[in-house]
């Protein structure tokens, strides 16, 4: 490497670690390739959350076609409990979210 190649790589390397909050290059290496399986995960998170809500809406739909209600509370507690048990307190909150995305505020 030249010493321009030094100093743009110097460059990159103090981005990369203001980037991160790391103090060392080593744990800013650390981090920036962990954030990138978060990206890929939370990715990979959002497009579950659309599925089930076109799932949601199928079954949604087909009980107010019959005659039925948009909503059925029972069902809404038993997955409010999965979640619960699942991840503890806040995951009662995560599913609230995840249910008031699928079916709209009560
Ligand atoms: C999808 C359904 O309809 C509604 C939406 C739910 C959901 O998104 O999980 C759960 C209960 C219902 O309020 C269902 O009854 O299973």
Same mark, same amino acid.
């Given at each position: 490497m030249n010493s321009t190649a030094v100093a743009a790589?110097?460059?990159v390397e103090k981005t990369? /670690?203001?980037k991160t909050g790391a103090h060392t290059d080593e744990a800013a290496a650390l981090i920036a390739g962990a954030r990138e399986r978060i990206d890929s995960l939370d990715d990979r998170i959002i497009g579950l959350v659309q599925e089930r809500m076109a799932v949601s809406a199928v079954i949604q739909e087909a009980r107010v /076609?019959? +005659?039925g209600r948009r909503v059925?509370?029972?069902r809404e507690m038993e997955i409010l409990g999965q979640y619960r048990d699942?991840? +503890?307190k806040p995951g009662t909150s995560l599913a609230m979210t995840?249910?008031?995305l699928c !079916? +709209? !505020?009560v």
């Amino acid at each position: 490497m030249n010493s321009t190649a030094v100093a743009a790589q110097k460059l990159v390397e103090k981005t990369l /670690t203001e980037k991160t909050g790391a103090h060392t290059d080593e744990a800013a290496a650390l981090i920036a390739g962990a954030r990138e399986r978060i990206d890929s995960l939370d990715d990979r998170i959002i497009g579950l959350v659309q599925e089930r809500m076109a799932v949601s809406a199928v079954i949604q739909e087909a009980r107010v /076609t019959s +005659g039925g209600r948009r909503v059925n509370l029972s069902r809404e507690m038993e997955i409010l409990g999965q979640y619960r048990d699942a991840l +503890g307190k806040p995951g009662t909150s995560l599913a609230m979210t995840l249910l008031e995305l699928c !079916r +709209g !505020r009560v």
